[in-house]
Nanobody
């Protein structure tokens, strides 16, 4: 059974920091690209950061320089370090695992339940 469990969200003042965690089980973590998405009220879900199996990272322009994604393959966990939080970062943050099935070449994606981040004074 595949599980992705996010944690670390909460209420933070503008300018503050958070570390989100996503602990996984039931997948071969090391071969997956791991992504963090977010969805703000009334908006579409957007990709904010990703890290490939070899450690390459990518970020949405809106978070570059403030967000850092990292992974610990020994713990099957991906992290999102968020600094200099802004009100527009308020959203539910979702963890995603992604890989291409080796035989079918189809994408295999799993999602966590999300963790709420609220930035407010």
């Amino acid at each position: 059974q595949v599980q992705l469990v996010e944690s670390g969200g909460g209420l933070v003042q503008p300018g503050g920091s958070l570390r989100l965690s996503c602990e996984t089980s039931g997948i071969t973590f090391s071969i997956n690209t791991m992504n963090w998405y977010r969805q703000a009220p009334g908006k579409q879900r957007e990709l904010v950061a990703g890290i490939t199996s070899d450690g390459s990272t990518n970020y949405a322009d809106s978070v570059k320089g403030r967000f850092t994604i990292s992974r610990d393959n020994a713990k099957n966990t991906v992290y999102l370090h968020i600094n200099s939080l802004k009100s527009e970062d308020t959203a539910i943050y979702y963890c995603n695992s992604h890989r291409i099935h080796v035989f079918t070449r189809k994408p295999v994606d799993y999602w966590g339940q999300g963790t709420q981040v609220t930035v407010s004074s």
